[in-house]
């Protein structure tokens, strides 16, 4: 068990890495894939169930247990991990982005946000300190900047605004987070669809010499390709040796596209929300349980998936389920997806390891679009 924080590029194959995050409380393999447990749970699913799927990591949210919870009462209960029972690391989103697309009356100006809870309606003010201090209060392992995120399209002047201010708040957020041994503060790369503000918050970043960068402001409708020009542009300009986590994305294509990018680290909701309304993945591409052409359907999701839920189960029941809006039909297909999710991540670290990334990606994709639905 190591005592700093640190990652250790293993190999590459073109801009795909293979490496490994060393924390005190454990290993993430990357490229990883992060499922979001934004209120202390990966919804539908019971975290040893999630650890065997192959996740490493999960993700939590400022925003919703600062609501509720509250950070100072999960403090005085022992801090996350203890709460709910997960002993590795666990990586926190710092608010951002969850006040501007959840919250009614958010005010954002140079001393935070201002915004009214949609749990009570009570109005809260959270600085980039505050919002550094709460993942403290938490015991988040890795901690993220404050930033604001502007949704695509947007004017170049407002990405400007949005972009320099996030740089003030990473730098804010570095202070307020100090020197915390085997934990982390990433920095959050903005600047929209413009490539000289994403090169300009790179390197303004990179002077601050934190321990991880994320690529944020994107997966906010912009077109794949328009989000994987602006990795082009970013994932240069950061350094090598240190992770880089694409937040939010994604789809199995966008990750396997964005690996090759030089992503290493992922998270989406995806997987699990869609899976708790019908949608199965699967090898052979996406299959939407609640359509009736399922009802009579006796063949199990994936007969040589080692998932339970996709090997042993029809796809009536589980299309009877879906449609009775019953919840074992979100937990099977949630228990899915994850599944589905990891043995992609898994698939993608042995092909890079292999020097083989590219035919991977390409089958991988291919098999979606062959796909049986
Ligand atoms: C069924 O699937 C879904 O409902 C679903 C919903 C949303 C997304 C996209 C999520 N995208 C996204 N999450 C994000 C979170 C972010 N956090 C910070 N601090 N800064 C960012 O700049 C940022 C950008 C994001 N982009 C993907 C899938």
Same mark, same amino acid.
């Given at each position: ?24 409380? %454990?290993? =993430?393999?990357?490229?990883?894939? /992060? ?7 990966? !919804?539908?699913?019971?975290? $040893? &169930? ?106 170049? %002047?407002? =990405?400007?605004?949005?972009?320099? /201010? ?7 957020? !570095?202070?307020?987070?100090? $020197? &915390? ?193």
């Amino acid at each position: 068990m190591t005592e700093a924080f640190q990652f250790k590029l293993l190999s590459s194959d073109g801009n795909a890495r293979r490496g490994e995050v060393l924390t005190p409380r %454990g290993t =993430i393999r990357t490229p990883a894939f /992060m499922p979001v447990g934004t209120v202390g749970t990966v !919804k539908a699913m019971y975290l $040893d &169930q999630v650890r065997e799927l192959g996740a490493d990591i999960i993700l939590g949210n400022t925003y919703h247990l600062m609501l509720r919870p509250g950070a100072e009462r999960v403090a005085r209960l022992g801090g996350l991990h203890k709460f709910i029972r997960w002993d590795r690391p666990i990586l926190t989103d710092s608010g951002g982005f969850q006040v501007m697309s959840l919250s009614s009356l958010r005010k954002l100006n140079e001393q935070g946000v201002t915004f009214k809870s949609h749990v009570d309606g009570a109005l809260y003010h959270m600085s980039p300190e505050r919002s550094i201090e709460i993942q403290g209060l938490l015991g988040s392992d890795i901690q993220m900047q404050l930033d604001e995120c502007v949704a695509l399209p947007a004017e170049p %002047g407002e =990405i400007e605004r949005a972009m320099e /201010m996030s740089l003030r708040w990473a730098e804010r957020c !570095k202070v307020a987070f100090g $020197d &915390q041994p085997g934990k982390a503060m990433f920095g959050i790369v903005q600047g929209g669809d413009i490539p000289k503000l994403r090169e300009r918050s790179a390197s303004a970043l990179n002077e601050l010499d934190l321990k991880g960068y994320a690529v944020g402001g994107l997966a906010v409708g912009e077109p794949q390709e328009v989000m994987l020009d602006m990795l082009d542009v970013t994932c240069p300009v950061l350094p090598a040796d240190k992770p880089r986590y694409l937040m939010g994305v994604g789809t199995p294509d966008d990750i396997l596209k964005s690996v090759a990018h030089g992503v290493d680290m992922f998270d989406c909701v995806m997987p699990t929300r869609s899976g708790r309304h019908g949608l199965a993945f699967t090898r052979y591409g996406r299959i939407n349980l609640r359509n009736a052409r399922h009802a009579e359907d006796a063949r199990p999701l994936d007969e040589q998936s080692s998932c339970p839920a996709a090997r042993d189960y029809s796809r009536a029941y589980l299309h009877h389920l879906i449609r009775s809006n019953e919840s074992l039909g979100g937990m099977l297909l949630s228990w899915n997806n994850l599944a589905y999710y990891q043995e992609l991540m898994a698939g993608i670290r042995k092909a890079i390891e292999e020097g083989r990334y590219s035919d991977f990606m390409a089958e991988t994709i291919e098999g979606w679009q062959r796909g049986d639905l």
